[in-house]
């Protein structure tokens, strides 16, 4: 079987991997790192700013698929520094309006490039 891979202009990809892969009536989001896709390196500043350019380009994503943050039914937030957790959860609850996706959040010892934050998403049709 073909994958059906989507590419967004806007979000950047670090690795060889497509930004979401379709499955059927799902969509498998990559993880997004926090990088600024007009420089093409890691956003500066804190995790509030970094959280909220992860999101930018995981809903460009969204976007090139068609889909919208109301698609979005399982978060998964990876972070550095879980002291960090109560900031990113700040920006995230204005991401999604109630009822929520579901959401693990998992602290780690690195993420790619330096990135304090890295958040990836599934989504339905």
């Known amino acids: 079987m073909t994958r059906k891979c989507i ?3 806007g979000a950047v ?5 497509s930004h979401a892969v379709e499955a059927g009536e799902f ?9 600024d896709p ?10 509030v700013e970094q959280t909220k350019q ?11 698929s068609g889909l ?3 698609n979005v039914e399982k978060v998964n937030v990876f972070l550095t520094n879980m002291n960090d ?10 991401q999604f309006s109630a009822p929520y996706p579901a959401r693990t ?11 304090q934050i890295e958040i990836e998403m599934i989504a339905r049709r």
Not at 13 to 17: D, E, K, T
């Open 27 to 35: 969509l498998f989001l990559s993880g997004q790192t926090p990088i």
């Open 54 to 64: 992860c999101f930018d380009n995981l809903f460009k994503v969204l976007e090139a």
């Open 68 to 70: 919208t943050s109301e």
């Open 105 to 115: 959040t998992i602290g780690v010892a690195s993420l790619p490039l330096g990135a």
């Open 85 to 94: 957790f109560a900031a990113m959860n700040e920006v995230y609850a204005t």
């Open 38 to 47: 007009q420089t093409q390196k890691l956003s500066e500043g804190n995790i």
């Open 13 to 17: 990809a670090v690795g060889p991997y």
């Open 7 to 9: 590419n967004a202009d």
